[in-house]
């Protein structure tokens, strides 16, 4: 019989089995779960250097605290996966992130051990500070709160908030920052030069001294002499920390790696902290990986590769990404007019403005994880006579909108939203699906909202968006390839509230806003095999909708069916507006409306969400059959 490589991780059913362990168990326990993580992920792919980074203090924290009722909360949870193999789960990683398997975040439906669901970043301390409260006024089978947020993730203003009503309160709460200098691109702000400044003056050995004595939470008798000499050691290598002036004791920096170090102070602050307590533990993402060490951004999310080499599996590309073909358009636009700035708010990357950073780094800025602060800053950039683009993804720009209202739309300001990853994003599912930008921009006083039905139509779109100075304009665009069209060498700013026709026919017409124009198309191929030939259009714009077109389409023919890749609410809800107030619905006109459903879908491969979603040629196809089998033909004025 070949003896197990994870011996100890084999007994490990859940965290209640870690507690009897030995340190040195828990040592190699980290060591074991640290490979099982790897070779999980290599199967998978997923996000592999945040959680990497976290083993420790994984394997510490489920040692330490009395999981599940004591909650443990991680802030965006991306790092979550060996907590996932150490809570009843390990059977199941080789599900993660596909249809009907783990999700690649913490989910409440998933497990007792997941008390809080994440994805979006800066929300931990918040949620940890309801817990807590929420135990404090009695509520049942709730012990202690823990939050564990990243540096990236404390340039979020939420978090600050939550820091702030917790130092008030004076709640026993517990705050792990896992400061590892990274959060998906290297951070920014002045927070980051104040945390590096916090560990810089000290070698560890004598913050680990300190942070083993726990100092505040010593017995009686020892704590003034104990809390003067690290008054002392304070004043003499970083001084006070923001943290102790918004009402938090600071235990820290310690090695988040150093697993007798992590021990002490968390069954110190466990049997002795009475308030709010933050503990700092300096971490290293990607850590025992070297590929992931070595990555430009840790190993954050990978596709499924060798484990000996780190090479990654990646299907050859047959078209450029609509993310590059923005960015590079952008760059095109840019480069012939200098008022055009780029704004991200910490998906450099994702976005494809580290290219545009590239070229003009002087006019390109990473806001970190402030989406709120994002939207105002680029309304401030618009007003001055610059030209924003304010890339955003779909999901995120959620989190900025009362300052896109306000501070945009309410002022007119034209900034240029660039919204990446909108439709189904698959493997990241429903906390990263582009649903609801159409709807919660379309009937917004002023705004233009676009959506490209290919890589081209976004070549033109971007440069659309640079000609345009009436007032804000968006533009959508899926993740993923393009479909593989011809380029256009420049873009063409489309005239605003301008679509196009694309096939003339009879009977049918099938109005597409967006990237299911691909689907659209197949499925005419289908009907023209029955007998049907259904005429096709772009809509380009949701806001102005093309009202010449809209109403020469429901004229001419007996159904008119909208296909889009957004919730209810969006284009199809603003079609229907029009074609009531005009009175076509009094000549009986059959429409429907193709949306994604009133559901928050599970991660899948695409094409599974799209399935799941009815958005797919053959659905659209069911639908043509089912309109035109419905009632008599109309009569025709």
């Known amino acids: 019989m070949t003896a197990s490589d994870t011996p100890l991780l084999d007994r490990v059913a859940g965290p209640a ?65 060996p907590h996932k193999i150490l809570t009843g789960r390990r059977d199941r990683m080789g599900t993660l992130r596909q249809r009907a398997g783990l999700s690649g975040f913490t989910k409440r439906t998933e497990s007792p051990y997941d008390p809080f669901g994440a994805a979006h970043a800066s929300t931990s301390i918040s949620a940890a500070l309801g817990f807590a409260t929420g135990r404090e006024l009695g509520a049942d089978d709730v012990g202690d709160a823990i939050a564990v947020i990243g540096d990236g993730a404390l340039t979020g203003g939420m978090a600050y908030e939550a820091l702030n009503h917790a130092g008030h309160l ?35 050995q004598d913050i680990k001294a300190v942070a083993k004595g726990a ?22 290598t970083f001084g006070g920390t923001l943290f102790e002036e918004l009402g938090f004791s600071y235990v820290g920096p310690i090695d988040g790696h150093d697993m007798d170090s992590l021990l002490s102070v968390l069954r110190t602050v466990k049997s002795r902290a009475t308030g709010p307590i933050l503990i700092h533990a300096i971490t290293k993402k990607g850590k025992g990986f070297r590929p992931a060490e070595s990555a430009v951004d840790g190993g954050h999310a990978t596709s499924k590769f060798d484990m000996a080499t780190g090479e990654q599996s990646k299907a050859k590309s ?5 993310t590059r073909v923005f960015a590079e ?31 003009f780094p002087a006019r390109c800025f990473d806001v970190g994880i402030a989406e709120q602060h994002g939207v105002t800053f680029c309304a401030g950039l618009a007003a001055s006579g610059l030209k924003p683009f304010c890339a955003i993804y779909s999901t995120f720009l959620q989190r900025g909108y009362d300052q896109v209202v306000h501070d945009v739309a309410l002022q007119n300001l034209p ?44 070549r033109h779109m971007v440069a659309t968006a640079a000609a345009h100075e009436a007032g804000p304009i968006a533009f959508r665009f899926p993740r993923g390839e393009g479909v593989g069209v011809e380029m256009p060498e420049r873009g063409t700013p489309l005239e605003i509230g301008r679509g196009r026709m694309i096939h003339e026919g009879e009977r049918v017409a099938l109005l597409s806003f967006g990237a299911r124009l691909q689907e659209v198309a197949a499925a005419r191929e289908k009907l023209i095999a029955r007998g049907i030939s259904p005429s096709v259009a772009d809509a380009r714009f949701a806001k102005p909708l093309d009202r010449d077109l809209i109403l020469r389409l429901a004229r001419d023919h007996e159904a008119l069916i909208t296909i889009e890749e957004g919730a209810v ?7 229907a507006q029009l074609l009531s107030e005009e009175g076509v619905f009094d000549d009986g006109l059959r429409f429907r409306s193709m949306v994604l459903p009133d559901a928050f879908l599970d991660q899948g491969a695409p094409g599974e969400m799209y399935a799941e979603a009815g958005l797919t040629a053959a659905d659209i196809e069911r639908k043509v059959l089912e309109a035109l089998d419905i009632g008599v033909m109309r009569a025709r004025a």
Do not use: C
């Not at 999980?40 to 980074?53: D, K, N, P, Q, W």
């Not at 055009?340 to 950073?357: E, H, Q, R, S, Y």
């Not at 189904?424 to 379309?442: E, I, N, P």
């Open 17 to 81: 089995d870690l507690r009897p362990m030995s340190d040195r168990d828990l040592r190699q326990l980290a060591d074991e779960l640290r490979s099982e993580t790897i070779q999980a992920v290599s199967r998978t792919g997923g996000h592999l250097g945040a959680g990497l980074g976290v083993v420790e203090l994984t394997v510490a924290l489920h040692a330490v605290f009395d999981t599940p009722r004591d909650k443990l909360i991680w802030d965006v949870s991306h790092q979550s996966y």
């Open 170 to 204: 004076g709640t026993r709460l517990i705050v792990v920052l896992n400061d590892n200098e990274m959060s998906i691109a290297p951070p920014v702000g002045a927070m980051s030069s104040y945390l590096s400044r916090l560990y810089a003056g000290a070698p560890f």
């Open 215 to 236: 100092v505040g939470y010593l017995p009686t008798p020892f704590q003034e002499g104990a809390r003067r000499a690290k008054e002392m050691l304070k004043g003499m």
């Open 318 to 322: 047959n078209a450029p990404s609509y």
């Open 329 to 359: 358009s952008l760059i095109d636009e840019a480069g012939r007019d200098d008022r055009i700035v780029a704004i991200t708010a910490a998906m450099p990357d994702g976005t494809g403005l580290n290219l545009f950073a590239e070229r």
């Open 415 to 458: 900034v240029r939203f660039a919204i990446d990853r909108a439709g189904l994003v698959g493997a990241d599912g429903a906390t990263h699906a582009g649903s609801f930008d159409v709807a919660y921009l379309s009937n917004l006083p002023n705004f233009t909202v676009m959506a490209a039905a290919d890589e081209a139509e976004l």
């Open 569 to 575: 609410g969006g284009f199809g809800s603003h079609v």
